[in-house]
């Protein structure tokens, strides 16, 4: 099993629309992350979070709210989906601490906004 | 406007060709990753690098920070069909700091 698991993998939905994908870790990180990415971008922080309720915004969050209710899960959420967040997604995990840790992503959830 | 800069953003070579894929910026990193990414799977982590200067090697992969840390290389010798993917070099502003900030990316395609 994958040490970060994304559900869904791939998701088709109208505009307007509430999405939720979800989050979960078995690495036992405290820092977890989430990332669209697009063609020609790379990958762009919407949220991210040091421990349970800790929420922080990235680069990108409008449109964009998370939970992170326990250590191993941090769900990301679109209020009510537009066509422009028809992207790739990732969860990202992180040992905190000082120095540049490795990032553990998930397999990535992609989106479709019709 | 993308802090970090790669280029070139699309490489298609030959098997047993070599070639350097650049990551460059105008701000100063603590430290820079590189990753590389499958299709259907996230980035996976190659090296870090820390030190102006520093240059890590994996295999047939060579890695560099500059001397002032505003830039990186990657270099692959005799590449393979394997090495296919796409990179993404990945800075640190402040050491220690918990946020990454991603260069574009680079799409790499070795033809056999």
């Known amino acids: 099993d994958a040490d970060v698991t994304q559900t869904p993998r791939n998701r088709i939905t109208k505009t307007g629309k509430r999405i939720m994908l979800e989050c979960s870790q078995t690495?036992?990180?405290?820092?977890m992350y989430w990332y669209r990415q697009d063609p020609g971008l790379g990958l762009r922080l919407i949220y991210y979070s040091f421990d349970v309720k800790d929420i922080n915004k990235g680069e990108i969050s409008d449109g964009y709210s998370v939970s992170r209710q326990a250590q191993a899960k941090f769900s990301l959420s679109l209020e009510s989906a537009i066509p422009n967040q028809t992207a790739l997604y990732f969860c990202?995990?992180?040992?905190?601490?000082?120095?540049?840790?490795?990032?553990?992503f998930g397999e990535g959830s992609r989106l479709t906004v019709l | 406007t993308q802090l970090l800069e790669q280029s070139p953003q699309f490489l298609s070579i030959q098997e047993g060709e070599n070639l350097t894929v650049y990551c460059n910026s105008s701000s100063v990193f603590s430290s820079l990753q590189w990753y590389r990414q499958e299709p259907g799977e996230g980035p996976v982590l190659l090296v870090t690098?820390?030190?102006?200067?520093e240059v890590k090697k994996l295999k047939r992969l060579t890695f560099q920070f500059g001397d002032a840390r505003k830039d990186s290389s990657l270099h692959i010798t005799a590449a393979q069909p394997g090495d296919t993917g796409l990179y993404l070099c990945a800075g640190a502003k402040v050491e220690g700091a918990q946020k990454l900030v991603f260069g574009q990316g680079t799409r790499l395609t070795i033809n056999p």
């Open positions: 690495k036992g990180h405290d820092r």
């Open positions: 690098v820390v030190t102006g200067g």
């Open positions: 990202a995990t992180r040992l905190g601490g000082s120095g540049p840790g490795e990032l553990f």
